[in-house]
């Protein structure tokens, strides 16, 4: 029996790490997990300063939203994973308030690690936040403003209304450009039942160069090549897609061909040149005008093309090419053939046209019903088109929430005091331990106004007290009116969020949070042996 070991570490292999108890596992998962909350928490809000976030393939993300910056960090602690997971379900669901979800259930974390040391146990604190997160629930449907819910999702200036706080969020100061481009984009792709409005109708082209102000929305496609041949330009023409490419085909057999004299070698040329133009023929035939091609397109078949005077198009990416379809409502053929009428698109124009010293193909469609619409960003860097592009990803997917429920709530951190008000009076109420539970939980809410407060430079004490001032007299809308520094009514600054958007932001995190207060024990297994992978030569340690 010499050497043996007792215990779990007879159990297991050699080389396995496991940490159990108060002090090792839950108090550093929490640890883990503030950590990671406190990195999203400086980019809360319009005022939230930007993460420079460097992956492991190097690319650089300048940005602050929450959702990028927790992917791209590859986190490795199991805890603080489950918060990653929980921003990006919230991303997933609405595509806005991943930042709101890691922060918030990292500060229930916090104070739960303070209630723990005054020698609460995890399960009741967890007890605890159940009620208090049902409560939440509660208090936010009351808060909704009354009429928000039925709502004309075509009407531009309802669409603003809600988007603009969560576009500013991302480009505060850039809202008044941005929104309304958004909210046209998005209001020309919106089908007869608003609840199935697919997020892909919207598409980004960045252009560098020109500034914000430049940008424009594109009813169709705009695609970043430049057409292929001479001509340029066409009105009101059909389309015909071939996916395989125009070209001649090679024959799928080996085969040799004998050829005897010189007239004989004359002849197979021209035979091959009277295919090709047959081929192309029947297409010019058939009525189309431009020829979409998936991949390349051969010499001889661009000469014959431009002699029948059609625009060629060079797709190369098979998902641009789907889209591309939808848009002209052209059937993709496998292979150049004469196409029926039936599988011919539409387009009231193609042109190709230079933004920005880059050579653009613009395919437009006014008729179409939802088909595809693009946004033209222009901008002065690759970083800052990214970060805009964002800003937009964020608006459309707020309006695809907003298309499946409406309704809002006041924005700029007076939904979140009023919360933290109205728990705080229903935990005096409660009787036994949860009662501490629930208070942490409405003093987590502070954690919103406080954050914004800092982030934009301002005594954040003397906010949260004049919010609760003004809250406990009856004025539930009053929230913080960033730009001045001083506690003004959402409403009549019209900041406004999505009552869907708070509530899942609220139920993921209190959710995540729980389930990290319910580890006791954690037990790694030894780490699979192989060869150490090679580290990347990237950034040195300057």
Known sequence: MVGYSYGIQSMLKDGHRHMSGLDEAVLKNIDACKQLSTITRTSLGPNGMNKMVINHLDKLFVTNDAATIVNELEVQHPAAKLLVLAGKAQQEEIGDGANLTVSFAGELLQKAEELIRMGLHPSEIIIGYTKAINKTIEILEELVEEGSENMNVKDKEDVILRMRSAVASKQFGQEDILCPLIAEACIQV???????????????????????????VVRGMVLKNDAVGTIKRMEKAKVAVFVGGVDTTATETKGTVLIHNAEQLENYAKTEEAKVEELIKAVADSGAKVIVSGSAVGEMALHFCERYKLMVLKISSKFELRRFCRTTGAVALLKLSQPNPDDLGYVDSVSVEEIGGARVTIVKNEQGGNSVSTLVLRGSTDSILDDLERAVDDGVNTYRAMCRDSRIVPGAAATEIELAERLKEF???????????????????????????????????????????????????????????????????????LHITKFFALKYAADAACTVLRVDQIIMAKPAGGPKPQQQGGMDED
């Open 427 to 497: 935990s005096f109420k409660e009787t036994g331990l949860d009662q501490y539970g629930i208070a942490k939980f409405a003093e987590s809410f502070e954690m919103i106004p406080k954050t914004l407060a800092e982030n934009a430079g301002l005594n954040a004490i003397e906010i949260i007290s004049s919010l609760y001032a003004e809250h406990a007299s009856g004025n539930t809308k009053v929230g913080i009116d960033l730009e001045e520094g001083v506690c003004k009514d959402a409403s009549t600054v019209h900041i406004w969020d």
């Open 190 to 216: 919106c089908p007869k039942n608003p609840v199935n409005f697919n997020v892909d109708n919207v598409r980004v082209a960045k252009l560098v160069g020109g500034g914000l102000h430049d940008s424009a």
